[in-house]
């Protein structure tokens, strides 16, 4: 049983600090989990024993020498989705087999800086596209609660590492929820900042407008933490926002005492699983009781939501995903013109979740469709900002289930991608309007499976959200 | 029937500034193959582009010169479309929201000046560079994402000879506000065409083609007269003009179909989610407006006035700012504006003409130019002699006066030393002595040029022609 690896960042600090333990010992325990359970659980696409001993070492010297960087010789997980120099980068698809990063996005090197140890590629739904991590075109994820069952995604791999004792903590990216999502299924904290918070230079981007990258770890201040460092403008992205970083882990809360936690009315209607509703009141009452007012609000436009999220993430992955053609890196299939190659090697190196998804974004940006589908899809979203926007009028925070249900069996929504699409309900609307969210586990189900609960907090409202969880996770006795 | 065309031009500048479009790699020209290149000009997964504030400011500044409208807000586009010569296979462009509208440019065409409208002025970066071995092909992503600046004229211009000047004019323009370098020969311009025609007197424009990548201006020229008499010819024989791009093949001096319009490419424009609006302020466009260059025309009239030259030099010299600007530098020095004009119009346009040398190219400054026309003035040497050095120092620099002294060449105005060769002249040249005696004018010139032979070129010809005349009793 791995003992180091199934602990949180904060009390792998406290035991680095007192000198009890070193980098290697915390960075030897994860690979010998991984190497125990991964056959099993499938949490990873890449790790590499001689890359993290040998960052790990680099991290002992720079503790011996006297460095105190926040992080230092902390394990971090990595979706497949981001770039780290000299690391593969698949996107768990087979276009990008082969291919080695060439530069940090700039979240790592800022955790770089920080001192963490970026410890291996966690699976994901391919190129971050689906619900379940089943979309990766190397292997399957399982939930470590249940086997049998889906670890959410498409970061699933980073969440199943995490809630399986194979991480410390690990980076998701969510552009619909794929952050969130995987965090209920699996029973851990996901967070989603908001959009422009953390850079996304180095990150392969789905949905431009929409992606964010988070972190998925075991506790609420863990998560403030790896935000923490990796958070702030980047001259890189131009998308990013400048406003200064808060000290999130140092600030959080130990009462909701003043706190005003808005019920989106249309979150808590019909289609939620019983279950599930049952955590969520659960939740409620637990909020309550931590001193929180609570206030009805109304988010009038949600059940545009997924039609909107669909039209525009799928037409900036269009384009994204267009330079994988095989001319530069990654795989190629010759063919008889550089046409015909592009159309071979995307042929064979996209999977079918991509393939339907470029199709649809090629489709609603062509000429004649793109004021009925693109332009109109602008518009809601226009109107789902302001609806959040008159929501924190009066509340400083939403509170909401994250998914309809809990984790789905493997292979049960396999065949019917419509019935996934409309599993991110609660989730997509964040991405949407841009704002930030996190899942903490709120309880479980007759069947032991986790059900997380989500808050949502304007933009740039991240330790409203923290807060809100953190005092949230110690009131549930859940830390 | 008789027909008329009309021509459109959409010209691709490439801007002047030290790194790319969306990245900091260096635009210098001729560099080795994919050396200047990174994550971003390549297209990898992750990379973001970051706009170049100065190609925006270039881009404003061409449109301030062209009497363009500048919006105060602009946005980029991606324009999809797969060609290896694309590394993220979606150009950055600008589609419905371009930095510049309206503007146009003034030309003059067989002595009458005619202003051909613009419709906008947008901002996208270059593609790659696709080199072909024969059995295979390479690709050079150094021009990848260098910032180029499109012009879209209206289809205002109806003979390939509007066409021809509207570039020369532009391209002056644009030199003239130091934008771009307009080197052709490195494809700093680059061209496509729209051309139809239509019955004369009909109020519609006929169906278009276009014509593609034109990297020459004659190019321009030669391949819409092609052009203009095919379509003639193809409705005079009952057939139609389908809308296609065309390719001009220059040796065969002939346009090919290249794609029709069913197979055209729907670009499927949206904006670019990675970067955000342009907002000029009304102070930056301000700023911006108050530090532009003279144009030509103003130049013209000021070197008229301020140097007292004639209107035909004056326009002969703004016509290029770099020769205006050494005009002006001479003319400061030396104080003496139409001597120099002259020097600059006929010794160095020809010079230059017969070196196909850039002004910026040569080696004679303003300074030299200013002495040399001080020492012709002050009469130290003749004309002559000042075009000799003056071609001396034109390809090898250096200064007038010293080149003098080395030489020798200091004209003889020693009145002992002329009256001598004078004496001479006139002791061998008795006939001509008497033909000019008997009123023939044109035999002074003959016994000038004697003196001038005597003198081996260095005499000063003034002074010899009134001894001549002193000494002849006249």
Not at chain 1, 252 to 268: F, H, N, Q, S
Not at chain 2, 46 to 69: D, F, K, R
Not at chain 2, 388 to 405: D, H, T, Y
Request: charged share 25%.
């Amino acid at each position: 049983m791995p003992e180091l690896s199934i602990k949180t960042i904060t009390e792998l600090l406290t035991l680095l600090d007192k000198g009890d333990i070193s980098s290697e010992d915390i960075v030897r325990d994860q690979l010998a989990a991984i190497a125990s359970n991964d056959a099993e659980l499938g949490a990873y696409i890449w790790s590499s024993e001689e890359d993290a001993i040998l960052q790990a070492k680099e991290a002992d010297r720079r503790r011996q020498s006297g460095d105190s960087a926040p992080l230092l010789g902390i394990p971090v997980a990595v979706k497949d989705v981001l770039n780290v120099k000299g690391q593969p980068c698949t996107c768990a698809s087979r276009i990008l087999e082969g291919y080695t990063a060439v530069y940090d996005a700039t979240s790592i090197a800022k955790l770089r800086q920080a001192g963490a140890v970026m410890a291996g590629r966690t699976n994901m739904d391919e190129f971050a596209m689906g619900s379940t991590t089943e979309n990766s075109a190397f292997k399957v994820t399982k939930n470590p609660a249940d086997t049998s069952r889906v670890p959410g995604g498409s970061s699933g791999g980073s969440a199943a590492a995490v809630a399986g004792g194979e991480a410390v903590a690990a980076l998701g990216t969510d552009t619909g929820g794929s952050i969130r999502q995987p965090a209920s299924f699996c029973g851990c904290v996901g967070l989603k900042p908001s959009y422009g918070r953390v850079s996304r230079y180095g990150l392969t981007a789905f949905a431009s407008s929409l992606d964010q990258i988070g972190p998925i770890t075991k506790t609420v201040e863990d998560a403030a933490l790896l935000l923490e460092a990796m958070a702030g403008g980047d001259p890189m992205d131009s998308t990013s926002l400048i406003e200064p970083v808060p000290a999130y882990a140092d600030r959080l809360p130990d009462t909701l005492a003043g706190v005003k936690i808005g019920l989106p009315k249309e979150y808590l209607g019909d289609g939620l699983d019983p279950e599930v509703r049952a955590v969520i009141e659960e939740s409620i009452k637990v909020c309550e009781e931590a001193g929180a007012e609570l206030v009805e609000v109304s988010l009038p436009h949600t059940e545009y939501a997924i039609a909107t999220y669909y039209v525009i993430a799928t037409a900036e992955a269009s384009a994204n995903l267009a330079r994988f053609d095989g001319v530069r890196y990654g795989a190629r299939v010759a063919g008889a013109d550089p046409i015909d190659m592009y159309c071979r090697t995307r042929e064979a190196g996209f999977g079918p979740e991509v393939k339907r998804r470029v199709i649809l974004g090629t489709y609603v940006l062509s000429s004649g469709y793109y004021d009925a589908y693109y332009l109109r899809a602008q518009k809601v979203r226009t109107l789902i900002r302001r609806d959040f926007e008159a929501a924190f009028k009066q509340c400083s925070v939403l509170l909401s289930p994250v998914t309809p249900a809990p984790a789905y069996k493997l292979g049960e929504k396999e065949s019917d991608p419509l019935q996934m699409y409309l599993g991110d309900i609660f989730t997509v609307t964040a991405n949407l309007a841009g704002i930030c969210g996190i899942s903490v586990p709120a309880g479980l189900t007759a069947e032991k499976l986790p059900v997380g609960v989500q808050f949502l907090g304007p933009a740039l409202g991240e330790e409203a959200v923290l807060g809100a969880g953190h005092v949230f996770e110690r009131a549930a006795g859940r830390q | 029937m008789k027909y008329m065309a009309d021509i459109g031009l959409e010209v691709h500048v490439q801007l002047k500034t030290e790194s790319k479009m969306f990245c900091g790699c260096s635009t210098s020209f001729g560099a080795d193959p994919n050396t200047h290149v990174c994550p971003v000009c390549l297209g990898y997964p992750g990379a973001m582009p970051v706009m170049n504030g100065h190609a925006i400011q270039l881009t404003v500044t061409s449109g301030l010169m062209l009497g363009c409208e500048i919006s105060n807000y602009s946005k980029f586009d991606r324009k999809s479309y797969f060609y290896p010569d694309m590394p993220k296979n979606y150009q950055i462009s600008q589609y419905d929201k371009p930095l510049c509208l309206g503007g146009g440019v003034d030309i003059v065409v067989g002595g009458e000046q005619k202003r051909i409208g613009m419709t906008r002025i947008h901002l996208e970066e270059d593609v790659a560079k696709n080199i072909h071995f024969g059995d295979c092909s390479g690709i050079d992503f150094n021009r990848a994402g260098i910032p180029l600046m499109e012009i879209v004229s209206e289809p205002e211009m109806h003979r390939p000879e509007e066409a021809f000047a509207y570039l020369l004019a532009l391209k002056r323009i644009l030199q003239y506000a130091d934008v771009s370098d307009c080197n052709l020969e490195e494809g700093n311009i680059r061209c496509d065409v729209n051309c139809s025609v239509r019955p004369e007197g009909s109020a519609e424009l006929g169906t278009k083609a276009e014509i593609k990548n034109l990297n020459t201006f004659k190019g321009v020229l030669n391949s819409l007269k092609y052009e203009i008499d095919r379509q003639v010819e193809e409705l005079e024989s009952g057939g139609t003009i389908v809308q296609e791009t065309r390719r001009w093949d220059a040796d065969a001096g002939m346009t090919y179909s290249m794609r029709t319009k069913e197979y055209a490419h729907d670009y499927r424009y949206f904006p670019e989610p990675d970067l955000m609006p342009v907002v000029l302020e009304e102070h930056q466009v301000a700023e911006l407006r108050d530090s532009l260059p003279e144009l030509p025309a103003a130049k013209k009239a000021r070197f008229v006035s301020e140097y007292g030259i004639p209107e035909y030099d004056a326009g002969v010299l703004s016509a290029d700012r770099k020769v205006a600007d050494f005009f002006e530098a001479t003319a400061r020095l030396c104080g003496k504006a139409k001597s120099a004009s002259n020097m600059i119009m006929t010794e160095m346009m020809r010079l230059m003409g017969e070196t196909e040398m850039d002004i910026d190219q040569v080696k004679i400054t303003p300074e030299a130019l200013a002495e040399l026309v001080s020492l012709q003035e002050g009469r130290t040497i003749n004309s002559n002699t000042a075009r000799e050095i003056f071609a001396e120092l034109f390809n090898n620099g250096g200064m007038p006066a010293s080149i003098v002294e080395e030489r020798g060449l200091g004209q003889v105005s020693d009145e002992g030393a002329i009256v001598e060769m004078v004496d001479k002249v006139i002791a061998e040249n008795q006939k001509s002595v008497d033909d000019y005696k008997a009123g023939k004018e044109a035999a002074l010139k003959f016994l000038i040029g004697q003196v001038m032979r005597h003198s081996k070129g260095k005499a000063d010809p003034q002074l010899a022609a009134s001894k001549l005349k002193e000494r002849m009793g006249n």
